[in-house]
């Protein structure tokens, strides 16, 4: 167990609609980042929050957004969604040094009909 | 983008035999992070080895990194079934802050 959690579990959204996913890190950890894993790929960086700031986003359109309270709990959320959304959407805690080991949660399954 | 890449994509073993992955990556790194994914669940952490460093036991496995030929390798010693996962290699990317870019992952088949 990381001590990460995610919520929900799974989702089935249909095309157009928009879905806040919400991950609470694991205790003392300051930054979250999320990562789209799509079905037989590896993970693919989303962006990261750092101090409720975004600090380093990869090739991501901006529907998709985020947020980081001051608890360290956060929400990914994507608007418009398209079919090529549905992927495996992971959560990751660390602490804000460069390349050093991030925890996962279990991962929101997205499906978009 | 990817940045490591696995091989092989897919790997069959006996039970007590030893599982090899394979680990390439494109650009200089300060360490790379070999993880594990059971059924398409979250990832679990198994072992950091930093640039400056060669070799790396954690149990049994065994982490090799070459810097100059920009590769690594995972060694499980002694497979069990329990084993059975995909397994990433994960490198830093100095242009996202603390990003973690992942290759497509090798999934290791254990059978008893």
């Known amino acids: 167990e990381t001590g990460v959690t995610q919520s929900p579990t799974h989702l089935i959204k249909t095309r157009g609609q928009q879905v806040t996913l919400r991950c609470s890190s694991q205790?003392?950890?300051?930054?979250v980042s999320w990562y789209q894993q799509a079905l037989g790929q590896g993970p693919q960086f989303i962006f990261q929050?750092?101090?409720?700031?975004?600090?380093g986003r990869g090739n991501f359109p901006p529907r998709f957004s985020g947020l980081q309270f001051p608890n360290y709990s956060s929400e990914l959320n994507v608007n418009a969604l398209e079919l090529d959304d549905s992927a495996l959407y992971l959560c990751a805690s660390g602490s804000f040094k460069q390349g050093e080991t991030q925890y996962f949660g279990p991962g929101t399954r997205l499906l978009v009909l | 983008s990817q940045q490591g890449e696995e091989d092989p994509q897919a790997l069959s073993i006996q039970e007590g035999e030893n599982a090899t992955m394979n680990c390439s990556y494109k650009?200089?790194?300060?360490?790379l992070q070999w993880y594990r994914q059971n059924s398409g669940r979250g990832l679990v952490h198994l072992i950091l080895i930093r640039s400056n460093e060669r070799e790396k036991h954690s149990g049994r496995l065994r982490v090799t990194l070459d810097t100059s030929k920009k590769s690594s390798s995972l060694l499980i010693t002694a497979s069990r079934a329990a084993d059975t996962a995909s397994y990433f290699c994960a490198t830093d990317a100095d242009q996202a802050g603390t990003a973690l870019i992942f290759g497509k992952g090798t999934t290791l088949s254990v059978s008893s």
């Open positions: 205790s003392g950890h300051n930054t």
């Open positions: 929050y750092y101090r409720e700031e975004e600090n």
């Open positions: 650009t200089s790194i300060n360490n």
